[in-house]
């Protein structure tokens, strides 16, 4: 009679069958699942650092600062608590400054939504040329920034192209950057002019993904373009619509080199933006508390209308349904 042992069981059971898988040995604590979460980590963390560095860490900074009154000519530091926040209630300019950022940002989202999507609709069309059209108009957003308005500030001087173009026509153009209601126009379409090309390639790669199915069911229905477009593409492209209005909406109130280079903000405070508005009071009349102040209150605003724009998508985006 042979004698079981502890051990000799043990050896038994490591004996696997033919053609049995041998079981996976534990590696103690190093297992697969730390090992892939260790590598997930690693890939975000370059982005986890830069989005602490230059977001988390600069926001806090603002908020911070428009508690103090920082005067950098004199070298003081001063805790004034909410009393920024009390003169720009008091601001009399403020009122001018909100006013013309509404005007500039409306005009702005609605001549870049409305003619990327007639451009990208143009543009789907199996047409001969189209590849062309579409490097021109992509074209100006790869342009430098500063270069485009300084060439588009010669352009509308009163003796500049686009007066003399209007001159050939026999009509006499105003002085583009000198009016009121003209300069405030002026940026917006050279804006426009410039950023439309994003949008129309958004909507172009949305446009090509609704299948062609369904409009030629809606051809067989009797439906004629306007109903195909505004019962079908429209819905279907819905998302895309909400992604070029959000991007849109925040590059509108983030607008400041276009000024800077055309109107520095004038005639008088025609073309004043909350960021030009920022800029003036905190690096030209060094009020770097106000200027964190009125910071605070652009990211309140953009903070609101991206919360809304997103809130509202379940009563138009038709994914959302």
């Not at 560095?53 to 950098?72: D, R």
């Not at 006013?99 to 500039?104: G, N």
């Not at 590849?131 to 500030?153: C, D, E, K, M, Y």
């Amino acid at each position: 009679m042979s004698v079981l042992t502890r051990d000799s069981v043990g050896r038994a059971g490591d004996r696997s069958a033919p053609g049995e898988a041998t079981p996976h040995r534990r590696c103690g604590w190093w297992t697969t699942r730390r090992r892939d979460q260790l590598a997930g980590l690693l890939f975000v963390a370059p982005q986890l650092v830069g989005s602490v560095l230059f977001v988390l860490i600069p926001l806090g900074l603002v908020f911070w600062y428009s508690l103090h009154e920082w005067n950098v000519l004199a070298g003081t530091f001063e805790f004034v608590g909410a009393g920024n926040y009390q003169a720009m209630a008091d601001d009399p300019n403020l009122p001018s400054v909100l006013r013309v950022t509404a005007l500039f940002s409306a005009g702005l989202v609605m001549f870049n939504l409305s003619l990327a999507l007639l451009l990208a609709v143009l543009l789907n069309q199996r047409l001969r040329g189209t590849v062309v059209f579409r490097t021109l108009f992509f074209s100006p957003v790869v342009v430098s920034l500063v270069a485009w308005t300084i060439v588009w500030g010669f352009l509308l001087q009163d003796n500049g192209g686009v007066n003399g173009a209007l001159g050939v026509a026999g009509v006499d153009g105003p002085n583009w950057l000198r009016g009121d209601w003209t300069a405030l126009l002026s940026v917006i379409v050279v804006q426009v002019v410039k950023n439309v090309g994003l949008n129309m390639v958004l909507f172009l790669a949305a446009l090509q993904g609704v299948p062609a199915e369904l409009y030629e069911a809606a051809r067989v229905e009797g439906a004629n373009a306007w109903t195909r477009f505004r019962r079908i593409t429209v819905p279907l492209i819905s998302p895309t619509i909400l992604l070029t209005s959000i991007i849109t909406v925040v590059g509108s109130l983030q607008v400041f080199a276009q000024i800077a280079v055309l109107t520095q903000g004038g005639p008088g405070t025609s073309t004043t933006v909350l960021v030009y508005y920022l800029y003036q009071r905190a690096f030209q009349f060094h009020q770097f508390g106000y200027g964190a102040t009125l910071s605070v209150l652009l990211f309140l605003i953009v903070l609101v209308l991206t919360v809304v724009q997103w809130r509202m998508r379940r009563r138009w985006v038709f994914h959302e349904q």
